[in-house]
């Protein structure tokens, strides 16, 4: 790893971003072939959030949060700043200095696989992180790591200028170029599940309305009247 | 493990079930003898809620969430449904659909041992859940498991019809056959309790109202009045 | 370890204490030279609080919260409750009958490295709590540990009289002894840092205040104008 | 929970335990429909060993190996000693002297959701352990539990007589009134195994054995000549 | 992710392969400037063994190990199989059958982010493997997922075809692009070592060979003759 | 923390520490009445040694292993080296390399809070490591930390000097000061054992030995003749 900052990355477009972003999580996670979901150990550090926006990526060394400094510079109004580590760590890199920072330059919020802290005052700001933990370990400034090349957080390969979607459930991923065809498919699946959330609000059964009582019948499952018939524990 | 559902379990009556569910997790845990509390990682996704309800059992396979439609058509009002699975899984199990689905059938909460998604939305509706963890990941719906078997969750053993107390501080079961004499024992210990707390609200020492001084004293404990008087550390 | 309790301990000016608490965990910290925090598996049982205080430490075995009544008796107004055990263990040591008992005292707060139950009530007393869990097992009775003897908690050994810190950020300890140089040096730090704050706010880049690119550029970081410049991965 | 000791419990036939111990834990799960596997944190203490026997089961408290005691006068040779814990404890309940007493009485083994140590010494002595942990950390004898009462060890519901197998791959438990049915299915399975076994030594596929192209196709796999021909990333 | 498996993909050259394994993990991870390292969960189920090969990678379904049969028919003698899965899993996917099959086609051994089985036997056939977790848990064949598409294992993005290396310290991946140049830092590195190597045996200081005082003076070490001259804790 | 290095440190009597280490570590925990164990996830990095030393501790920061080699040059035959980290890391900080310069100093082996890598050298050299982790990762030398100080290392606060008793059941630490009352303790406790582990190998029980039926009794336990007896489930 070549200590790099690229300046320049392709983004997609506001619109789309918007879109995306208002699907949410658990709808673009599935849109995508149930791609592109981080892990679950990432999570808001204050709730009733949902953002969406163009990563600028920036690969930190454990304890050390110069890297975002940098990255800082490169962002535009509308990113989301996406922190991954070379190791495990759980140190405070981002507190309320770096976020009044990322405010200032129109910065939506902040993923991290790593530590924040101040949290009470990222909530009274209202700069949205989603991290690894809360801690308010001090990090220092003394090695480099790259700014806008491909990193991996919680699992996901992401490309900066992917489109990271967050809210109360978690994290997700759309790759740039394909981006619209999520956002179709997402949309899609959205009207979908209207009409099957209002189905299902008036008692009619998941069984009938995905039709899978043949299919649970042909795998096997069988129904008996009491726990009385069983043979054995199960 | 055959793939079984079971239509009808036996329920304790609503007004035990409602009275265990009002002394809440750590009384009913302590009222039979420290026993039928599941292992604290299962926590509530939003805060403030308490329910108790008879239990719906669910086997799930990782990943797969087909059972819980089975078992959703055999919940009565009042029921919980309480999701095991045959290994450890984190996916998000169950979200809004399912949680309309199940609130329409009288449903009064979810206590699963995977991930549950959605969760801005069941706050929203009101649905309270008690989770492993909170994730996006999207399941299929092509393994087999039971519902309505005995089944282990969190640590603790379950038999359909058993009843689940959930609250901020976890969840407990109290088997069937034995709610009522639990729910004796724990309002004898509520009341016992309220005494107790007018007096140290007062000041009173828990050492003097549980006359500890005397077992403490044989047991060894010496009081010394610095330390400085200490040989060594400790 | 034998079996001690230490009656009397020196506590720091009850003037340093409230001033320390005011700087907050996460400047406390950096304000020792970044040391004193505790590990962040430590978390508020609910958010918004922020303490300080002298800490009577207790010594507790697993599943056995005997020491903690021991301890209540020799807290005074203003103390704050530092349990430690000498195992891993999250066991409900710490409840609402105990909270109404240290409230009555003055105790401040809690922080212990066991669980803790009754968490509604604790919100509703306002009594607030940094813990290793949430979990309503019930604990005995049974076997002496110590108060007032050196402990280590969450990584941070801990001397009785010592100062705790406590919010959103976690929990971090201030040695008695360095307590006004750690105050003054954390007044300095702040003052620095709202002169910060505001040029951040204003857009000035943290590179710029923190003069850090010849820094960069002489460890090596080098900016390219995009990824493709890049030859592979990184 | 009643602090009980049961002295007779019933037991498989040593010809049935002997066979199963030779099926292994991998063939014992399989062969009661995947069910019966202890979660995989319980590890051997030191590999090679292969074990089956009755289960002695115990409920100890944390930090307290006093039913381990009383356990041991109840086993009788061929037996296998299954402690659990009422709650999550690493602590060091059994070493060199229980496995003396242990090993007199003709105990096989243990296996335990606790801690253990003098591990040099168990395999000095080759006395077969597989436990949550390794630990020196001593233990007193001052809280009652239980002796041969049903329980729940790494999420599996064990009652006192079950046969246990353990070997490198973990445990399992087969309830006893299963066995035999076990024990058929699991010898039908391993024949079926050899076969299989020399087929694909001889480089036959899987796909082939199994005949799953068919079924592959059918699901929607696509094949393609290289990744060059994908659209995007997945 | 559509169901998709990828025929043909590119290696690098068995030389270079081969002289990248002789190196071994450490030494090619640093070689690559400190890249491609897999997060140090995955551990070899045996020690003592060192592979390296072409990555064949496979991402799996919780439970479900369907893919590794259509994967081992791709595989080429000198390859190595490389399991992801989309959640985390521990489920035993492998053993001695698929090792049997595996072994019958060359292939080198396995690295899986999910749980392997038979663990006894992939020791006496010497089937080197680096896993999750070890687990006798069965799995299905009913979800479809993919063969030799870029997958993240144990937080690494593995392009098919890229050379994994595995030894007792762990698993690292280097890009197939970048092979002999990594090979070739490498070996430089080694020699450099050598050197080292024996003036260290020497007695002679790291921080005389790597001219280390002045560095540590100007960053601000302080040397003290002993720790009475420091005040307070540190 | 200021970075300190310091250069001489008082030690306990080479005799002393040959025969707490032939005590092992349970023995030298229980002597000190259950004290001085570090936490179980220390583990040997091979199997089969057990060594004693005086502790050259060792503070380091997260990722960097500068100081390792600042405390190499004050090692003294017999010495071990113990490093803790300012926050949870798992980095490969010790090596091949450093071991060689350990070795030819005298040191007896390594305690570290961190990761370790070059594992099959340091078993060919015999180099006995007890870690928090094994893991490649490599480190940087750009931040300073302390050498011989008081520090935290898996829950046990050590001066330098202490001595560090190591083997396959953990890691203990003695404070120098008590050394000779522990070991005094130990060997008393020893002789002790060795009567009674002949009793219990002649199959008499520990219930009688240590004459525990009435305490049993008097504590509350029940025996019965069969589960049958028992009400419910427990």
């Known amino acids: 790893m070549k200590p790099i900052a690229v300046r320049n990355i392709e983004r997609a477009s506001e619109e789309t971003i918007v879109k995306l972003g208002q699907l949410g999580v658990a709808t673009v996670h599935e849109s995508q072939g149930r791609d592109g979901l981080m892990q679950p150990y990432l999570r808001p550090v204050f709730p009733g959030r949902r953002i969406a926006g163009s990563a600028i990526t920036v690969l930190t060394q454990p304890g050390d949060n110069w890297m975002i400094h940098v990255a800082i510079e490169l962002c535009q109004p509308g990113d989301i700043l996406l922190v991954a580590c070379t190791t495990e760590n759980t140190d405070g890199m981002f507190g309320d200095l770096l976020a009044t920072s990322a405010k200032a330059r129109g910065v939506r919020g902040l993923v991290t696989d790593t530590g924040v802290r101040d949290v009470a005052d990222l909530l009274n700001m209202d700069f949205p992180v989603w991290s690894r933990s809360i801690s308010s370990k001090g990090t220092v400034k003394n ?6 090349i491909p990193v991996v957080v919680a699992g996901q390969y992401i490309n900066p200028g992917d489109i990271i979607v967050a809210d109360d459930d978690g994290v997700a991923v759309v790759q740039r170029h394909r981006a619209d065809e999520v956002l179709q498919s997402g949309q899609k699946r959205e009207k979908n599940e209207e009409d099957k959330r209002q189905k299902l609000a008036d008692g009619v059964l998941g069984l009938d309305i ?18 009385d018939e069983l043979p054995g524990r199960s």
Chains 1, 2, 3, 4, 5, 6 share one sequence.
């Open 143 to 148: 090695t480099l790591g790259c700014v806008n």
């Open 210 to 227: 995905y039709d899978m009582r043949g299919r649970l019948a042909s795998a096997g499952l069988e129904y008996v009247d009491t726990l």
